[in-house]
Structure formats: structure tokens, C-alpha cells
């Protein structure tokens, strides 16, 4: 095989190699964004990935004997019955583990055509895992790459096969194959999957049907059950995963809200609980609930909104203010005593529910309520229960409201000098304490949440006010990209509810805010274009049916009625444009304008043949050189062509180079003509770098005869 061909075929079968370590590990990476990886499984396929990589860039050298491979393997099929039932003891764990280890093994151990296509049907077969196992956008993202890789592996197959049948190759293009094998493979990348989303939104499905198989990834939050320990908060709050996304309805800005999800009584020093008691039944009629009590409703702010939940392993439902009207779909919902209410069940993929809510307001500024609540005898010894702590915080209590007149200003007091005094940190204790809570007031002075939050509702109850933890979510961010409120597993927060006489249950929150709060701007928009992208699966993607359907179509109508609308306005600002920019411009700065439109357009029309020049100049040093290739050769034909056509001597299509040369006449020119192409054939069809020089030579001297 000449030399240039040689080289095409290497480029060739390195990007073919390449293509196919992409297709193997885009089926892993859909497969481990899923989240059912474990860690071993996830560090040994990657150090194989990275190993295989390693191999094909020629970096180090590995050779696995057929046996050797054949032994691995075969001791790896006792491992997945030790797998099944010892380790993993679930079928479809051991079962991914035992595909994993065979896409590594073929991959690193791959060499033969056959053993291409095992590892194409392994990749195939991680990507239907991953279809199996996720619902997410990333998954999408991974699509689209293992398409990329697969047309990749495809094209490349197709030539390297072609390459490998054929002795000789016409034309090389070593340098630049690649770079063309990767733009061929993106376009028809990008093709095929704009085909397929114009049929995708055009044929609707039944969404829940599909979604009810699927395994959906649970989010378990702590805290928000009848027990939470103090920390749960704290280790939630690392943590970056959506809960739930927000739609308000109302264009007005509504300020920084919480949504709480439950409340905790009884404190016993280190942890919160919630005694059993019965829940209230509520049943829902037709998708619709009022929660309000009858009569004339209390005056204040009221605001539309949904809630979509992520799946979630709790039953939690999530409240701004106090709801008065709920729509959602389910059955029955419970209240309990703490007017926390629970839907019964695990929250599902895809959940929501629509309220209106009565806003909290604080008191200083909300009238008297009448008549006024009323705390029953009962219920307030309930919420002035008291572990045995330290004295030390009954006194501290007794100091900070020591100027405060009513309950009101003695929790007001409480909550400033919290805030004022103590730092906030998400690092817990070095070590484990007897009393948390006076370690946090008298030693460390420092804390998250749940620390704040527990040290005012024990300082209220030792100065007889009843009092409360209450867990939930702050307001989280806006995405203007999407236009809804979105809620992280790191908007985790707890406050104090207290009983106030004559408002009733009243919020607090004495908690300071985090003087660190971690991620860049451009981390912070990046993750709100991610959360778009993955709103926007979720809501077109994975549940779009017919309802979804009219929806797109009525907007796209809307659209079109809007543009038919505003081209008439859009046409006379163009006029507008022109008149005063272009004309104007035109009158003033006229002669100006002209000589350099003059100029730019003669730079435009020079600069094709002056770089066409420049390129011919490289070329024909690196001919003289002796670093021409096939492509060199046939210019430098082309170029002998051009002379001897200038000499009135013009080569007939129909014959060949040798033939042409035999048919001029034996004059000087004749003879160089005849030893050029002699020269061009040991270059062109012999790949002799070293004749490359001698054409050059030939062509001054026939530029000169």
C-alpha cells in the first residue's frame, strides 16, 4: 500500500476506533446518570474506558491473550451467582454488573470485526438499560451522543472495510479525513434527530401508561416524617437535586416566601417528634378540595399557584401561607394536628396540585383577628413541654426579652439577637455532645437551621410561650428561562411557629443568613438553562398526549396570529430605519461611505485569488521540500497542463498523462514534458515522496522554454 495510503487507513481506523469507545461510553454515562450505578461499578468501567483510550492513542501497549480473556471471563460467571446471591441479591443489579464487565472486556480485548460488533451490541444494550432505568434529560443528551458515535462508527466502518479491500486508494486526504468523517457524522446526527422530533411532536401518547413501568428515582428528605433529628436538615442542605418547581400566577412580585410541609412538637434534647395520633381524612370530590373553614374568610393577601414535585419517598404536600382551596388528583388527602397535610401515599413522578393560599402576614401590621383563636388548655401544655437542659438557656431567654412587654416582642427579641449574635455554618459538631443545644448557644455559636430554630422554640417555651418546629423550603430561584420558581434539596430549611394571643399561630425565623453561599454566576445560569432543558422532558417529553398537543398547537396558532399582526408595524420601522439611518447616513457621510464599500468589496474580490496564491506557494515548497502528497502531485499536473496550454498544446480527455506526453512532438519542451510525467506517475500512483522535488525543477524549466 503507498505511503499517503497508509496513512489514510491509519486515520481511518483510529477514528473508527475512536467511534467506537464514544458508543460504549455514551451507553455508560446514560447508564450511570440514572443514579443505579454503584461505585465499584462505575470506577472499574471508567478506568476501562480510559485504558482503552490510552491503547488506541498508542500511548502504552497491551496485549490480553485469548486464554487469559476466556479464564477472566469464565471465573466472572461464578461471580455473578456470588453477585446475585450475596452482593447485589436483585437479578438486575447482578445482571448490569455482568454487562458491564463484558463491555470492558471486549472493548479492551476487541480485534476482529466480530469482536466490533459484540461491542456495538453492548453498547446498544447499556443504552436500553439506561432507557429502562431513567426519564430524565440527560438521558436525551446521551442519546443524542451514542447516535453520534453509532453514524460515526458506521461511516468509518464503511471506509476502513473499503480500505482494506482495495490495494490501491485513487485520492488520500490523511490530514484532513478526519475532521470531514466528524462534520459528515454531526450533520446526519443533527438530521435524523430534527426528523425525529417533528414526528415526535406530531404522534401524541398516553404518557402515564409508559410512566407507571418505569422506575422512577426517589428523593428521600429528612424531616419532613414525625421525626427529625438535629443535623437531618443540615446534611439535606449539600445536597443540589430539584424537589419541586413553582408556576405563580400571580404578576405581581409575592416576596420571599416558605413552603412548609410539616411541624414538630415534642423535644427530647436532640431530636424532634411528632406523637401518633389520628390524621383527618379529607375527601376530594371531583379533583377539588376547600380547606377554609366556613364563614367570612380573615382579610390578607391570597395568591395562585402550582407545585410540581420531583418523585419523592415521602407523602409531604408543600404550602405557601394557609390553603384555602386545593385541586388535585388523588383520592382522600390528611391533615394532622399541626395542619400538616400528606397525601398518603409516595409522591409519583410528575405530581402536582394547584392552591390558592392565604398569605402570612406579619402581626405587627395584620389586624386583631375576631374573635380571637383560641389555644385549648390541652394543646398548650402540649407545646410547653420541656426536656431537662441546661439552666443556663431557660436564663439566656429570661435576658434577651427582659425589655419586652408581650409574647409578641418577647419572640421578637429572641429572633433578633439569634440572628445578630450566632453565625451561620453547615458544618456539624466534630463530635457528639450531651446537650446540642447549649453546646450550639454558650460554645460553638455557630450553626445551621435547625439549631437556630430549636434554641428559640425551647427559649419560648421557657418563658411560657407555646411553641413549634416547623420544616420546609425557602422561596428557592427564579428561572426566567422557564418561568418557574425552582426548589432545591439545598433550600432545606426549619423555623419556629409560636402561639401569639390574638393572631394565632405566628412564623419566626431566627436564623441568619449564609454569609457563604457557594457557586459562580455563570455555574448558577448554567444550571438554569439545565433545569429548562429538563422542566421542558418532563412536561413535553415524557407526559405529552393529546391535552399536551392542543396546547402546542394553540400556541403555535397564536404565534402566527401575533406575526401576521406586527409585520405590518415591523415593515414601518424598517422604512424608519432607512430613511434615517441608511439615507441620512448617506447625504452626510456620502463620498466617505462610498470609497470604503469601494474598497472593502475590491479587498472581497482580491482576496480569493491572493490566498489561492498563498496556498500554491506552500504547497510547492513543501513539494520542493520532499513533503508533497497524492493531492500535490495532481496539482502540480494540473499546473504543467495550464503552461502547455499557454504553448498551444492541449491534452484530449480521453487521454492518459503517458499517452499525452507521447504525442507532442520531440522538442525540449516534449522532453520535459515526457520526464514530468514520469515523475508525476512515481509520486502519484507509486507514492515516492522523492520525485516530488524533481517536479518543481520541470516546471521552472518549462515556464522558461
Known amino acids: ?193 430534527a426528523l425525529t422530533a417533528g414526528l415526535f411532536f406530531i404522534l401524541p401518547r398516553t404518557a402515564e401508561a409508559a410512566l407507571s413501568r418505569l422506575i422512577a428515582h426517589r428523593i428521600f428528605l429528612p424531616g419532613f416524617s414525625n421525626q427529625v433529628n438535629l443535623g437531618d436538615i443540615g446534611e439535606l442542605k449539600t445536597s443540589s437535586l430539584p424537589v419541586m418547581h413553582i408556576r405563580m400566577d400571580s404578576a405581581q412580585a409575592v416576596g420571599p416566601l416558605k413552603w412548609r410541609g410539616a411541624a414538630l412538637t415534642d423535644f427530647d434534647g436532640k431530636r424532634w417528634t411528632n406523637p401518633s395520633r389520628k390524621l383527618e381524612t379529607i375527601l376530594v370530590e371531583n379533583d377539588h378540595v376547600a380547606l377554609a373553614p366556613a364563614g367570612l374568610p380573615p382579610p390578607g393577601r391570597r395568591v395562585n399557584y402550582r407545585v410540581e414535585l420531583e418523585a419523592l419517598e415521602n407523602d409531604t404536600l408543600f ?28 409522591v409519583p413522578q410528575g405530581f402536582h396540585y394547584d392552591v390558592y393560599s392565604l398569605l402570612d402576614h406579619p402581626p405587627e401590621g395584620a389586624p386583631v383577628r375576631f374573635p380571637p383563636p383560641v389555644l385549648p388548655l390541652a394543646t398548650r401544655e402540649l407545646y410547653l413541654q420541656l426536656p431537662a437542659l441546661d439552666g443556663r438557656i431557660a436564663e439566656l431567654a429570661r435576658t434577651f426579652a427582659a425589655s419586652a412587654v408581650d409574647d409578641l416582642a418577647r419572640a421578637r427579641a429572641i429572633e433578633r439577637h439569634l440572628r445578630s449574635d450566632y453565625g451561620y455554618t453547615l458544618q456539624l459538631p466534630a463530635r457528639e455532645t450531651a446537650d446540642p443545644l447549649a453546646n450550639f448557644l454558650f460554645t460553638r455559636r455557630k450553626g445551621h437551621c435547625e439549631y437556630f430554630a430549636s434554641a428559640m422554640a425551647v427559649m419560648l417555651r421557657s418563658l411560657g410561650i407555646p411553641a413549634r418546629l416547623a420544616t420546609g423550603f425557602q422561596s428557592g430561584v427564579y428561572n426566567p428561562v422557564s418561568d418557574l420558581w425552582l426548589v432545591r434539596a439545598s433550600d432545606a430549611h426549619s423555623w419556629v411557629e409560636a402561639w401569639i394571643p390574638g393572631y394565632g399561630w405566628t412564623t419566626f425565623d431566627p436564623t441568619p443568613a449564609d454569609p457563604n453561599p457557594g457557586g459562580t454566576a455563570l455555574v448558577a445560569q448554567l444550571s438554569l438553562y439545565f433545569d429548562a432543558a429538563e422542566t421542558f422532558w418532563q412536561e413535553w417529553v415524557m407526559t405529552y398526549d393529546v391535552a399536551r ?72 515548497e513543501r513539494v520542493r521540500r520532499g513533503q508533497a502528497s497524492v493531492a500535490d502531485a495532481t496539482l502540480l499536473y494540473h499546473r504543467m497542463l495550464h ?63
Not at 404550602?319 to 409516595?346: N, Q
Open 1 to 193: 500500500m503507498p505511503r499517503q495510503d497508509a496513512l489514510a487507513a491509519t486515520s481511518v481506523e483510529r477514528f473508527f476506533q475512536f467511534s467506537l469507545l464514544g458508543l460504549v461510553a455514551s451507553g455508560y454515562l446514560a447508564v450511570a446518570a440514572s443514579g443505579f450505578l454503584d461505585a465499584p461499578t462505575i470506577a472499574l468501567t471508567t478506568i476501562g474506558l480510559l485504558l482503552r483510550a490510552i491503547l488506541i492513542c498508542e500511548l502504552v501497549r497491551l496485549n490480553l491473550s485469548d486464554r487469559l480473556t476466556t479464564l477472566v471471563t469464565i471465573g466472572y460467571a461464578a461471580f455473578f451467582i456470588a453477585d446475585y446471591f450475596l452482593l447485589s441479591r436483585d437479578f438486575l443489579a447482578a445482571t448490569v454488573h455482568l454487562l458491564f464487565f463484558l463491555a470492558v472486556m471486549k472493548i479492551l480485548t476487541a480485534k476482529s470485526n466480530r469482536d466490533y460488533l459484540y461491542t456495538a451490541v453492548i453498547a446498544f444494550l447499556e443504552l436500553l438499560a439506561a432507557a429502562i432505568l431513567s426519564i430524565n434529560f440527560n438521558f436525551f443528551v446521551f442519546l443524542a451522543l451514542y447516535l453520534l458515535f453509532a453514524i460515526a462508527a458506521l461511516t468509518s466502518g464503511e471506509i476502513r472495510r473499503s480500505i482494506h479491500r482495495s490495494r490501491v486508494t485513487a485520492r488520500s486526504g490523511s490530514k484532513s479525513l478526519y475532521l470531514r468523517l466528524t462534520l459528515h457524522s454531526a450533520v446526519v446526527t443533527f438530521a435524523i434527530l
Open 319 to 346: 404550602f405557601a401561607g394557609t390553603p384555602e382551596i386545593l385541586d388535585l388528583r388523588a383520592r382522600a388527602l390528611y391533615r394532622s394536628e399541626t395542619s400538616g397535610f400528606r397525601l398518603g401515599h409516595t
Open 549 to 620: 398537543q392542543g396546547t402546542l398547537a394553540y400556541r403555535m396558532e397564536q404565534g402566527a396570529h401575533r406575526v401576521g399582526i406586527r409585520w405590518f408595524d415591523t415593515a414601518l420601522s424598517v422604512r424608519f430605519g432607512w430613511e434615517r439611518y441608511v439615507v441620512g447616513g448617506a447625504r452626510r457621510f456620502g463620498w466617505q461611505a462610498l470609497g470604503w464599500v469601494a474598497g472593502l468589496v475590491a479587498l472581497g474580490v482580491a482576496a480569493g485569488p491572493l490566498l489561492r496564491l498563498m496556498r500554491m506557494r506552500r504547497r510547492v
Open 643 to 705: 503552461i502547455l496550454k499557454r504553448r498551444g498544446y492541449q491534452k484530449p480527455p480521453w487521454f492518459t498523462p503517458a499517452e499525452f506526453a507521447a504525442s507532442l512532438p520531440r522538442t525540449p519542451l516534449g522532453d520535459s514534458v515526457g520526464e514530468f510525467t514520469d515523475a508525476y506517475n512515481a509520486l502519484r500512483f507509486g507514492g515516492h515522496a522523492g520525485a516530488a522535488p524533481r517536479l518543481s525543477i520541470l516546471l521552472d524549466r518549462m515556464e522558461q522554454e
